[in-house]
């Protein structure tokens, strides 16, 4: 190991201010997991195209000096690898080593710790597999990857740098009773709705700790706590934490955008509410199937499963016009709950809280009688 990456761990291992995982972090050479090669923006303005950048092209000081950068590092974009990329690549990130003080507050908010048993949906790099490796032993720790190309890479960085935890390749939503019961269910990628196959996998008093990320665009980071009977419940975390979306969970594609049909009405809100993290996960909560879409200056929801719609134009006479088309009138439900939720003083996703039972899943306001909206099932 090079004396830069000791220094530079040592120094990451300070910004990260985490007594329980400095060890780790000192630990655990990050530049193992991101490999050879990471995608980087190319354009500022178009968010989607990514150009690879390789350790090869650069000088060795300061690929370290990136490398231990407190941030995201993309490792694969619509599944090509960067490694694998000559050129640029348009699309979304499939896979990533996440920001290592949002990694560190996922392990903490899972108050994960000597003696437990840990399953990680989403091992990505391998990197928050290692450092949990490092803390609590490798036979405590079991991770799935979805993607096999990814989970091959992660095993020969795992190890290379001499941990054996368990390693799966599959769906991760599905979770891996061979080793169950677990203390603590950590994803690290993020779910719409809590998969069942989870709740039978953790025991009774452990706990699941994981961002959730709707169709809409709304997030919150969700910590239950197991309970006898089968259920689970918990209030969502106060850190604003979400990863990449688990792949199993993501929206179907959308149809071209038609707007202005339908019967149209004032909006009883501004549909610019929407820009607020809060309000955006409560809208959600209202019309969970709806995707939003961007459309110059409109609002626009779409539910792909009924063809349901909805538009929202400002006007300079009434304030804002609605257009509502389909058998879900998804607007009327979005203002019902923007508008409860201004009623309680706009709080944040942690005044809410999530109850999963063997046949719903709900989140409520407040406390667990409180007004509460089902998940999809
Ligand atoms: C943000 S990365 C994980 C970060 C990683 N744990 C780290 O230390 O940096 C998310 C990973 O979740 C994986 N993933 C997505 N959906 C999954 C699923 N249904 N089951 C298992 N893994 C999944 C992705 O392929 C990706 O590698």
Not at 348 to 376: C, I, K, M, N
């Amino acid at each position: 190991m090079s004396e830069t990456a000791t220094m530079l761990r040592r120094t990451l291992a300070n910004t990260v201010g985490s007594a329980g995982w400095r060890a780790a972090l000192e630990a655990v050479p990050r530049e193992v997991f991101v490999g050879d090669a990471i995608f980087l923006r190319a354009d500022a303005a178009r968010g989607d195209v990514w150009t690879a950048v390789r350790r090869a092209g650069m000088d060795e000081r300061d690929w370290l000096a990136m490398v231990y950068t407190d941030e995201t590092w993309v490792t694969q974009v619509e599944g090509t690898l960067a490694g694998e990329s000559a050129d640029a690549v348009t699309g979304s990130p499939s896979s990533s080593s996440t920001t290592p003080s949002l990694v560190v507050m996922m392990l903490e908010a899972a108050g994960i710790s000597e003696g437990d048993r840990v399953l990680e949906i989403g091992t990505g790099t391998g990197y928050s597999t290692a450092l949990m490796c490092h803390r609590i032993g490798d036979d405590a720790v079991t991770s799935v990857e979805y993607d096999p190309a990814v989970a091959e890479r992660a095993r020969r960085a795992i190890s290379e740098v001499g941990y054996a935890p368990t390693l799966v390749v599959g769906d991760g939503l599905h979770g891996w009773p061979e080793r169950a019961p677990y203390d603590r269910l950590i994803g690290t990628c993020s779910v719409r709705t809590i998969p069942p196959a989870w709740m039978g996998q953790v025991r009774a008093g452990g706990s699941i700790t994981t961002p959730m990320w709707g169709w809409m665009g709304g997030v919150a980071f969700a910590h239950l706590t197991r309970e006898g009977e089968g259920t689970a419940s918990g209030r969502f975390l106060k850190e604003d934490l979400y990863f990449m979306r688990a792949r199993s969970h993501m929206p179907p594609p959308r149809p071209p955008i038609a707007t202005g049909i339908g019967p149209a009405r004032e909006s009883r809100i501004d549909p610019a509410i929407l820009d607020d993290e809060a309000a955006l996960f409560v809208a959600q909560l209202a019309a969970p199937a709806a995707q939003r879409a961007s459309g110059g200056d409109m609002t626009i929801l779409l539910d792909v499963g009924t063809g349901s719609r909805a538009d929202v134009r400002s006007d300079p006479a009434s304030g804002w016009i609605v257009h509502q088309h389909g058998p879900a009138r998804l607007w009327d439900a979005v203002e019902d709950a923007v508008l409860l939720w201004q009623g309680a003083g706009s709080p944040h996703q942690s005044a809410f809280g999530l109850t999963v039972t063997a046949d719903r899943q709900y989140v409520w306001l407040g406390e667990p009688d409180g007004p509460a909206w089902d998940l999809p099932a």
